[in-house]
């Protein structure tokens, strides 16, 4: 199974990527310097290759603000460090693509060969990179699902059944999966529209806020009340109009259905762990728990004061700044109004007794996110059928680690061997040309030149 090791444990930024501009060098450039401290071979720290892959904050942003962010980027990079890049290297990416690295990393960690994509054994038992899977070794098969809720935009992703089976690259196992990806639905977004309706309409108390903590939204201080019941039923609201403004179902379709196990990543692990933090004892059996013991915990939870909140709590769960405590409590509510059923047709479509969720931030010692998967994208023996933009060096499928380069740089590495020999090479074809065609006094017909060569 080929594998792929991470170096150390996530360099996060102050800021998210999207709100950088024209402080870059300030806000990246230290991360960057932070992880490239995790290569211990100087040689290799210095020329590692480095990718800038946003998401949906970036995907919210106007064309023109992308280009002049990614712009930015590159600029630091380049008169900053001697990280490779190219074509790829800095970009946007879709929800889909998003949901598919999600999915990639949390089957790996699971154990599923995902990297047995484009491998068949041959009769000694050795691996052929870019051949068929047969039928009889399909680990696909036990693959899991997989849900990740960031701060932007929600995605949930599964294997159909028997899908996969003959994928031969990268893309071809992206086509296989499916996914769907809902801008917008991400925990950030999300609160950020419910303050602002609630301050529209006048509003002074916020439900999905914990009792005391005030804020000021528009000229309008909420004040927070914490009934969670009413918060997850005022999101539901407020999902059912995203829905129709966007023309878009959050329910799994039936083909998710077969799934037995879905990892839930990123915002839903961040949350569940925190109520086992604030409220000990409370989700006894994490990493598995039903959305009706979330609700139970969730109700719990947004009845604590803000003040012992911050007295208790602050601090002691890492995943949670000082400044994300006051959202724990939406954190709950929203859990429940995404993943959950309804009678209007809003959520995923999880029963509360439904156990097939587990909430995971690490297995097997690594972090489950997708960034992972994309990383796995790169670097696998069959990406280079993922985006025909990049190559391998070198892909053997035994190896532990395969050498990327992307086109435009390999073709840039090229042209500085080919073009001065190309120029060296015309200015002496010319000059053989003329010399050939001055014989004076003669109407006689120059040489081509392919005569000359």
């Not at 068929?132 to 809720?149: E, F, K, M, N, T």
């Not at 927070?224 to 959050?250: F, P």
């Not at 762990?273 to 728990?289: E, H, R, W, Y």
């Not at 915990?297 to 000082?322: F, I, M, Q, S, Y």
Request: aromatic share 8%.
């Amino acid at each position: 199974m080929f594998r792929v090791r991470t170096l150390g444990t996530k360099v996060k930024t102050k800021l998210p990527l999207a709100d950088m501009g024209g402080r870059v060098k300030e806000e990246l450039l230290p991360a960057l310097r932070e992880a490239q401290a995790y290569i211990a071979d100087a040689r290799d720290r210095d020329s590692a290759a480095v990718y800038v892959w946003a998401t949906a904050g970036f995907r919210v942003l106007t064309p023109v603000k992308q280009q002049a962010l990614w712009d930015e980027v590159r600029a630091v990079v380049s008169a900053e460090t001697t990280l490779r890049h190219g074509h790829g290297h800095f970009k946007t990416i879709d929800g889909e693509d998003e949901g598919f690295f999600a999915w990639l990393a949390a089957n790996y960690l699971s154990d599923v060969d995902v990297t047995a994509v484009g491998r068949a054994r041959d009769s000694a038992g050795f691996s052929k990179p870019f051949s068929r899977i047969s039928d009889s070794d399909h680990p696909l098969a036990s693959s899991v699902g997989a849900i990740d809720v960031g701060g932007g935009s929600v995605q949930y992703v599964a294997l159909p059944a028997h899908g996969g089976a003959n994928a031969k690259s990268m893309r071809e196992l992206r086509d296989a999966v499916k996914v769907q990806s809902f801008l917008g639905f991400g925990a950030n977004h999300m609160e950020t529209r419910w303050r602002s309706d609630l301050a529209s309409r006048g509003e002074k108390s916020n439900p999905c806020a914990f009792p005391g903590y005030a804020v000021k939204v528009d000229g309008v201080e909420l004040v927070g009340t914490g009934a969670y019941d009413e918060c997850v039923t005022g999101l539901r609201r407020q999902i059912a109009s995203m829905q129709r403004e966007q023309g878009v179902d959050l329910v799994m379709p039936d083909h998710f259905r077969h799934v037995d196990k879905f990892l839930g990543m990123s915002l839903l692990y961040h949350i569940t762990n925190f109520i086992t933090v604030a409220l000990p004892g409370s989700l006894s059996q994490m990493p598995k728990a039903t959305l009706g013991e979330i609700a139970k915990a969730g109700e719990r939870l947004c009845a604590v004061e803000w003040t012992k909140l911050l007295t208790d709590v602050d601090g002691k769960d890492p995943n949670t700044p000082t400044d994300r405590l006051n959202g724990r409590c939406f954190d709950a509510a929203l859990t429940q109004a995404l993943l959950g059923s309804s009678d209007d047709g809003v959520g995923f479509g999880f029963s509360q007794k439904d156990g097939r969720v587990r909430f995971v931030e690490r297995v097997a010692g690594a972090e489950v996110e997708w960034t992972l998967g994309a990383a796995m994208s790169v670097v696998h023996p069959a990406a280079s059928q993922l985006n025909p933009k990049w190559i391998k060096t070198r892909a053997p499928s035994e190896c532990s680690r395969v050498l990327h380069d992307s086109f435009v740089d390999s073709l840039y590495g090229w042209s500085t061997l080919i073009m001065p020999a190309a120029i060296v090479a015309t200015a002496y074809l010319l000059r053989k040309s003329i010399q050939a065609a001055r014989p004076a006094g003669t109407m006689a017909k120059s040489p081509s030149l392919l005569d000359i060569i």
